[in-house]
């Protein structure tokens, strides 16, 4: 792998086509203070301009993927929840891949226990999988604070009611990665948990085979239904099924198949 160095509190590698991202507070749990969540705002985007990485892996160093907001330091800085009043009133939030506009997929890959505010790169992932040994619970009610963006990210790809559930029982109900995988919060379970990067990498790199192009018109696309009703969300998907005619990759495709060989698809940003 190839590693970026500016980052204290998160990694930033690459291996082949995939770009990874990785949370790296592993002595608190990899809880988020105010600097990482600053670099949360550099490292998206520095994978997304890299024309080399076509997809990107999130995940957590040591034992768990991520804690929420690091309680701790709430607690003792003198500022506590004030600091981001005015981020959340305004929702000028940079700390996840659709938050920051990044259209590349993003599988995230999650190790240990993931809760609170975790539930962020859960909820805007594209594609999650996790370890077998994954945990997962929401404990804003418990520690006095309001379940809210996360949760209203989930009920978009899960039952409204198991994630009600999630909310109210807090700290005290944890979810194991079989019943994530039942209720539709990951699609993938990864055992033993030791190989949960190493699929996470096949899974990036088999995704990567895919026209890059292709892939950014198609998650604005289905994110962008997302937002809209039934009719809105067709027409909005239409123009960007329209954007890709005459693209070089929708005649690569075909003649890739016709010859029996691997596509070469056109990178975002134009090169080959």
Same mark, same amino acid.
């Given at each position: 792998m190839t590693a970026s160095g500016n980052y204290d509190h998160l990694i930033v590698e690459r291996e082949g086509p995939v770009g990874w991202l990785i949370?790296?507070?592993?002595?608190?749990?990899?809880?988020?203070?105010?600097?990482?969540?600053?670099?949360?705002?550099?490292a998206w985007k520095e994978l997304d301009a890299d024309p080399a990485v076509r997809v990107i892996v999130h995940t957590g160093n040591g034992r768990d993927f991520q804690t929420g907001v690091d309680v701790s330091e709430l607690a003792t800085d003198g500022v506590g929840m004030e600091r981001y009043r005015q981020s959340m009133e305004d929702f000028d939030v940079h700390f996840t891949s659709w938050h920051q506009g990044v259209w590349k997929p993003v599988i995230t890959a999650v190790n240990g226990i993931c809760c609170g505010g975790g539930f962020h790169w859960v909820a805007d992932a594209d594609i999650v999988i996790a370890a077998s040994d994954a945990q997962f619970f929401d404990p804003h009610t418990s520690v006095g604070q309001v379940v809210a963006i996360e949760a209203i990210g989930l009920m978009k790809k899960m039952p409204v009611e198991a994630v009600m559930r999630m909310a109210f029982m807090g700290k005290y109900e944890r979810v194991g990665a079989d019943r994530a995988y039942e209720l539709g919060m990951i699609s993938e379970i990864v055992d033993p948990p030791a190989r949960l990067r190493e699929r996470a990498? @096949?899974? !990036?790199? %088999?995704? +990567?085979?895919?026209?890059? $192009?292709?892939?950014?018109?198609?998650?604005?696309?289905?994110?962008?239904?997302? @937002?809209? !009703?039934? %009719?809105? +969300?067709?027409?909005?998907? $239409?123009?960007?099924?329209?954007?890709?005619?005459?693209?070089?990759d929708q005649n690569e495709g075909p003649a890739a198949f016709a010859d029996k060989r691997e596509p070469r698809w056109q990178s975002l940003d134009g090169d080959t």
């Open positions: 949370n790296d507070r592993p002595d608190v749990r990899n809880a988020m203070n105010n600097a990482m969540r600053d670099e949360f705002a550099e990498q @096949e899974l !990036g790199e %088999t995704i +990567a085979k895919n026209s890059p $192009a292709a892939m950014a018109a198609t998650k604005k696309a289905l994110w962008g239904a997302l @937002e809209a !009703g039934l %009719t809105d +969300a067709c027409k909005e998907g $239409a123009k960007h099924l329209v954007s890709m005619w005459g693209h070089p």
